[in-house]
């Protein structure tokens, strides 16, 4: 079936470092989606991405669309502690389906 | 207006029980998700309703587990005969519309402890 796979699984940075997850999709997708879960929180959506090559930021935070749309990346510039928690990728299928890669679980050290 | 909600917000019970765990999505959502998330890991699918359609049971684990959703709003999340392996924390979502435009709002989840 249809499979979201993100990457890393963990990363641990020092303040200030960049930090990139990536997303990759097994087939092509409607759109993706974006989410972030804080330690002991649930889910809150970001972003969504839709169209091919599509490229947006929000503050420090750089979404892309792969021109096949089957892959993205979230690029965070200069990561604060107020960053961390938990990366999810989800891709939309044209059954409407969202299927959600395993997260990256971003750790920033003071 | 008001969220996603869900109760209980805690759950404890012994192997062998049944469990109900509810989902309250915002008014006016025709498409509802439910994902089991276990410590430290990802979004497992579960199950998701949209409209009046029949639901995607895709992701149930095993026939312990079961869905309704009433009136096309509130949601039961049924597990019978919970097993330790059932400890996790639920999780309910509900979206405007299944379609290519929408984000999923989530609710705060229900921990699920089984003894």
Same mark, same amino acid.
């Given at each position: ?13 020092? #303040? /200030? #470092? ?11 997708l ?9 330690? /002991? /929180? ?8 839709? !169209?091919?090559? #599509?490229? !947006?930021?929000? !503050? ?12 993205s ?22 059954? /409407? ?14 | ?17 049944d ?31 949209q ?65």
């Amino acid at each position: 079936g249809q499979q979201v796979m993100q990457i890393p699984q963990y990363q641990h940075v020092q #303040e /200030g #470092e960049d930090f990139t997850t990536y997303c990759n999709s097994s087939t092509t997708l409607s759109n993706i989606q974006w989410y972030k879960q804080r330690p /002991g /929180g649930h889910p809150v959506f970001l972003i969504q991405l839709v !169209k091919s090559g #599509e490229v !947006k930021k929000q !503050k420090r935070l750089t979404f892309q669309f792969g021109e096949a749309k089957k892959n993205s990346s979230l690029h965070i510039t200069a990561t604060q502690t107020t960053d961390v928690g938990t990366y999810f990728c989800a891709g939309q299928s044209n059954t /409407g389906k969202l299927i959600f890669g395993q997260g990256t679980t971003l750790q920033v050290k003071p | 207006g008001a969220g996603v909600s869900q109760s209980p917000s805690n759950k404890v019970t012994e192997k062998g029980k049944d469990v109900e765990l509810r989902c309250d999505p915002i008014s006016g959502h025709t498409a509802l998700y439910w994902y089991r998330q276990s410590l430290g890991q990802g979004l497992e699918f579960l199950i998701y309703f949209q409209g009046n359609s029949a639901p995607d049971k895709s992701g149930l684990p095993s026939d312990r587990f079961s869905a309704e959703r009433t009136g096309g709003s509130v949601s039961t999340l049924t597990i019978q005969r919970t097993q330790q392996e059932d400890s996790a924390v639920y999780l309910c979502a509900s979206s405007p519309w299944v379609g290519p435009s929408y984000e999923q709002y989530f609710g705060p989840g229900t921990r699920l402890t089984v003894t």
